[in-house]
């Protein structure tokens, strides 16, 4: 079974960076994608950035540049590494992770970024 813990969110000042990372403390399957999704308040949670077990990576518009997803697949784990962070970067940060047709949900956490 998969299980995900997120870390590393916290409240930082506009332009600003921080450090999420996800770990897989459960079973592993492969292939597999891991990704982060955001929801702020009031909005639906939408798509940040994912990267597959074999290292290709893929973006929303609206990171690019900014952003940066990594994995360390000895250590299970997946990082996503956010500089000149903004206002609107403020959300509840989840990890997903999909295997065959499955896909399952960290529990999230808050990055609050203030102006």
């Known amino acids: 079974q998969v299980q995900l813990v997120e870390s590393g969110g916290g409240l930082v000042q506009a332009g600003g960076s921080l450090r999420l990372s996800c770990v897989n403390s459960?079973?592993?399957?492969?292939?597999?994608?891991m990704g982060w999704y955001r929801q702020a308040p009031g909005k639906q949670r939408e798509f940040v950035a994912d990267?597959?077990?074999?290292?290709?990576?893929n973006y929303a518009d609206s990171v690019k540049g900014r952003f940066t997803i990594s994995r360390d697949n000895g250590q299970n784990t997946m990082y996503l590494e956010m500089n000149s962070l903004k206002p609107e970067d403020t959300a509840v940060y989840y990890c997903?992770?999909?295997?065959?047709?499955?896909?399952?949900w960290g529990r999230g956490t808050q990055v609050t970024v203030s102006s």
């Open positions: 459960g079973s592993i399957f492969s292939p597999n994608i």
């Open positions: 990267i597959t077990s074999n290292g290709r990576t």
């Open positions: 997903q992770f999909k295997y065959f047709s499955n896909v399952v």
